[in-house]
């Protein structure tokens, strides 16, 4: 309904649509792609963020909330001039991780699946504060329905947002509001490498190739 196939209009497409046009990513080759709900977002070769689709909440980042029907821009100066390395949608919001490690977070805030705080939509991509992630150089960014998980270089895990059936992997029901760093115990103490989110439930991958979930089992 709102564009996110980027092709300029909202009709579906029952066989897959080349997205093109002269000024589509600029001519840019695409490295990352990722699909919520409703939106979609890339990041070219170069570390230049596009965005499109339902932007009601501000998921997009573009500093309003209308849609976008053709995939637009954001431009580096919004992360300090680093390239953006990585991007994740989830169902109304968006996390964008930097060359410098540095997560970024816009769109829907209830539960606190934006790191900040507080449970305020974000219209721009907000810089998650470097502290809650205790220094750590973050690697990898998910964004599930509601929650959003971000992995350190050392294997360390850190989830927020919404934790109805525990799927922030602390062993409570409680949301949380900024990033919150999982007890080594809860996945062993082994080293995450991978990391992953749905909309009610949370996966990590570890280094000897064990896989461990949790969150909703219905």
Request: charged share 15%; net charge neutral.
């Amino acid at each position: 309904e709102d564009g996110q196939l980027g092709l300029g209009d909202t009709a579906h497409q029952l066989l897959p649509s080349h997205v093109r046009g002269r000024k589509v990513f600029a001519g840019e080759p695409l490295v990352m792609i990722s699909a919520g709900s409703m939106h979609t977002a890339s990041v070219s070769k170069n570390g230049v963020l596009w965005s499109w689709g339902d932007g009601r909440y501000g998921q997009l980042g573009h500093g309003d909330r209308e849609p976008r029907q053709r995939p637009e821009r954001m431009g580096r100066k919004m992360f300090g001039g680093s390239p953006a390395m990585m991007v994740a949608c989830g169902y109304a919001h968006t996390l964008v991780l930097t060359a410098r490690g540095l997560v970024w977070s816009c769109g829907l805030g209830s539960c606190g699946r934006l790191g900040h705080g507080d449970e305020s939509d974000q219209l721009l991509l907000t810089l998650v504060v470097e502290e809650r992630f205790k220094d750590a150089q973050i690697v990898m960014v998910a964004a599930g329905g509601s929650q959003s998980v971000a992995l350190g270089a050392e294997g360390r895990v850190w989830t927020w947002g919404w934790n109805g059936y525990g799927q922030l992997g602390h062993n409570d029901n409680q949301n949380r509001l900024v990033p919150t760093l999982m007890a080594g115990e809860a996945l062993g103490g082994a080293t995450a490498v991978v990391v992953a989110a749905g909309e009610m439930h949370t996966v990590a991958v570890m280094i000897d190739g064990a896989l461990w979930a949790w969150g909703n089992g219905v």
